[in-house]
């Protein structure tokens, strides 16, 4: 099932479209300048760029939380977001923030099912502020996937947490899609990141995404893989980033 | 290594343990033992005659006192009389307060209507509108069941409007994301985010309940806790004022745990650090 904002024509194969996106606050400069994207159903997306380039405008728009004003979006119908803070609600065990307004039979079993899928089962019962900061993004990451999302977005979802547990989460966010085999579009800082988890890398510039590459390594990855300097540079350099 | 601080818990080693407790043993008598001491002091000099009885009663004398007015049914009527108006009172401010404070905290034209006027009679004092009432309603019960009521209601109101507004807006757009209906959000999102600035009011508004209704009974009443204490005056009682008082320190005193207790339940969420933080 597809849900269209202001445009009616989807078109095959393609989980998500979007066409002359335009976005500007307080008719300031646009943020978003006649922006074109396309991702095919099951495929990992990054999206690189700057900071305050426009790259949450593009999921909030995406999402939902942000009205359609210049141009169409086409979507699936069931997305889920996480964000880069958790979100969960604190006066919620860690099993009904999983299942929040899902108000059916199964809800506990479906709950328990996906917490073990991000390996968070002995945590059922918390209260998420005693979750550690990867336990709260894994609790997140589940009551996105258990409404099995045909898109799933992820705005910096690892951001906050460590080193270690950002790898963790990597590897784990790999095998759920994996599994799961949702359309994902990741926003995220960190090259390395993108390599090593999607398809495709976008850079979004000035309002447009101006990058656009395909990351055909085999997988499973791994950060020390060689094809990674190639495209690395290549992601830095239209970063601005201009590696030694 | 001068400015350095070693922060332990209590239970650390057996003789740091045996330490601390007979410590504690000791602070619990230390702060028993001052009122005790002045208790004990006050008899002393009731008995000695240095203080009259006109002016203040003596310990003993409010012992005794306080068992014959239990035992002849003046301290339970008038105790269960006061009780009524305070519960009557309270329960219509908890009705109205959260009424109007989901009126003007969930929708923006209801925060127009209601919060402007609410802010503005806020700021008078309750109490003066104490003559008002009697001209409006006379002496019956229906005076001090609404000073009580409107006392209280803004201490709820005022602290529920402000914890729904509050609300970090971020769950909310959370729970729009999961698809959640108007009403399932403001069941489970604004409802239990606003819980514990509830909790607070309610807090505040029974110990204004009680003000207002000492107040309301001393004016003018033919019965209740504190008519008991006014007309014990007439007759230069002091001791069945001391046992008024002494009963409305303690319904006091227990109100104040039963919010206690409801925030200690109500809130388990919250990790152990902040319960009771408003204590
Ligand atoms: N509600 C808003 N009102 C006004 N301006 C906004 C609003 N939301 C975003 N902006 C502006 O739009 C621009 C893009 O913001 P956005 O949050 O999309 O950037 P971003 O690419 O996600 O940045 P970051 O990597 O730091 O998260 C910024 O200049 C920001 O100030
Ligand atoms: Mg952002």
Known sequence: MTHTHSHSDPHPGTAVIVEQLTRRFNNGPPVLDGLDLAIAPGEFVALLGHSGSGKSTLLRTLAGLDPVTDGAVTRPREVSVVFQEHRLLPWKRVWKNIVLGQEDKGIRQRAEAVLEEVGLSHRSNAWPLTLSGGEAQRAALARALVREPAFLMLDEPFAALDALTRLKMQQLVADLWKKHGCAVLLVTHDVDEALLLADRAVVLERGRIRVDVPITIPRPRRHSDPGFEGLRSLLLDALGVHAA | ?279
Not at chain 2, 138 to 158: H, N, Q, R, S
């Open chain 2, 1 to 279: 290594m001068s400015d350095a601080i070693t922060l332990t818990g209590p239970y650390k080693t057996a003789e740091a343990k045996g330490k601390t407790r007979s410590l504690r043993t000791l602070v619990s008598i230390r702060r028993y033992a001052s009122p005790l001491v002045l208790v004990c002091l006050w008899q002393v000099a009731c008995s000695l005659g240095f203080l009259s009885t006109r002016l203040v009663a003596s310990p003993l004398q409010i012992v005794v006192t306080g068992w014959t007015l239990v035992r002849d049914g003046t301290l339970p009527f008038n105790l269960g009389v006061s009780l009524l108006r305070a519960g009557s009172g309270l329960g219509l401010a908890i009705t109205l307060g959260v009424a109007l404070a989901l009126i003007s905290g969930l929708s923006r034209i209801g925060e127009d209507v209601v919060d402007a006027p609410l802010q503005i009679l806020r700021t008078l004092p309750a109490l003066a509108l104490v003559p008002l009432y009697i001209l409006w309603f006379g002496i019956g019960e229906t005076p001090k069941i609404l000073l009580v009521a409107v006392g209280a209601m803004f201490p709820i109101y005022l602290n529920l409007h402000k914890g729904i507004r509050s609300i970090d807006p971020k769950l909310v757009e959370m729970a729009s994301t999961l698809g959640l209906s108007r009403w399932q959000t403001i069941r489970d999102v604004f409802l239990p985010g606003a819980l514990p600035d509830f909790l607070t009011g309610l807090r505040y508004a029974v110990g204004v309940s009680w003000l207002m209704l000492v107040v309301a009974e001393q004016v003018n009443a033919e019965s209740g806790i504190g008519h008991m204490m006014m007309d014990a005056q007439d007759f230069l009682r002091t001791d069945i004022i001391l046992v008024g008082l002494l009963v409305y320190g303690v319904l006091g005193l227990m109100s104040d745990q039963i919010v206690r207790f409801l925030e200690n339940t109500l809130l388990a969420w919250r990790p152990d650090g902040r319960k009771g933080r408003s204590a």
